[in-house]
């Protein structure tokens, strides 16, 4: 079963405007990864969060952690039409040191210029 | 700057042929793993290796196999091809931490089993 589920699936939205994706987890987790695809490419890392922590910010990325919630949030601010593309959460578990990465759905973000 | 190199891009299969995908990474990272992409299932883990000699089933292994003889390489190997195994398939690779850390992508390979 899925760690993470993404939410909403869909978001359509215009340049200049904020985009806000939600991600829920099931168990307790290392950390939270969040990834971007662009259409028909492989998946290339935005942010890292660590459970320990409970914002992170990189350059218009913010992204939120409420353990007590197992949840997650990405906000893209001042979209662009580039920003377009699937984005996904991904929590990384597992007692080991390497861990174990497990992704969710994605949301698929469009932005309209 | 070659990252996560796979090969092929595209690969049309008859059912019960087999097949081996290729994965090469020139970042010297220990940890790499193989997903598969459905429509609406995210990512799902079939196997992945903590280092040369040493792998391990993820989410999804069944039909596929794997080995690890260098750090670089790490194939995947299709023994009897089913509709179902129908997907992309990407590598990736973790410096150390493995999935503690961001993993590195390749650019994927779409398989059509037919």
């Known amino acids: 079963s899925q760690q993470g589920e993404e939410d909403p699936q869909a978001l359509s939205i215009q340049e200049g405007e904020n985009a806000t994706m939600n991600c829920s987890y099931k168990?307790?987790?290392?950390?939270l990864q969040w990834y971007r695809q662009n259409s028909g490419r492989g998946l290339v890392h935005l942010i890292l969060i660590r459970s320990n922590e409970r914002e992170k910010h990189s350059g218009r990325l913010r992204v939120t952690l409420d353990t007590s919630k197992k949840s997650s949030s990405l906000l893209i601010t001042a979209s662009r039409a580039a920003d377009t593309a699937s984005y996904f959460c991904?929590?990384?578990?597992?007692?080991?040191?390497?861990?174990?990465?497990?992704f969710g759905q994605g949301t698929i973000l469009t932005v309209h210029p | 700057n070659a990252g996560v190199t796979q090969t092929p891009k595209f690969q049309v299969l008859k059912t019960g042929q087999s097949m081996t995908l290729q994965c090469a990474q020139d970042m010297n990272h220990e940890y790499m793993s193989w997903y598969r992409q459905d429509p609406g299932m995210g990512l799902r883990l079939i196997h992945y290796s903590v280092g040369a000699g040493i792998t391990d089933q993820g989410e999804v292994p069944n039909g596929y196999n794997v080995s690890r003889s260098t750090t670089e390489d790490f194939p995947l190997r299709l023994l009897s091809a089913a509709p179902s195994q129908t997907s992309v398939y990407f590598c990736a690779s973790s410096p150390p931490g493995g999935a503690r850390t961001e993993a590195f992508f390749g650019q994927g390979t779409r398989l059509t089993v037919v």
């Open positions: 991904a929590t990384s578990t597992g007692g080991t040191s390497y861990g174990k990465l497990t």
């Open positions: 168990t307790s987790i290392n950390n």
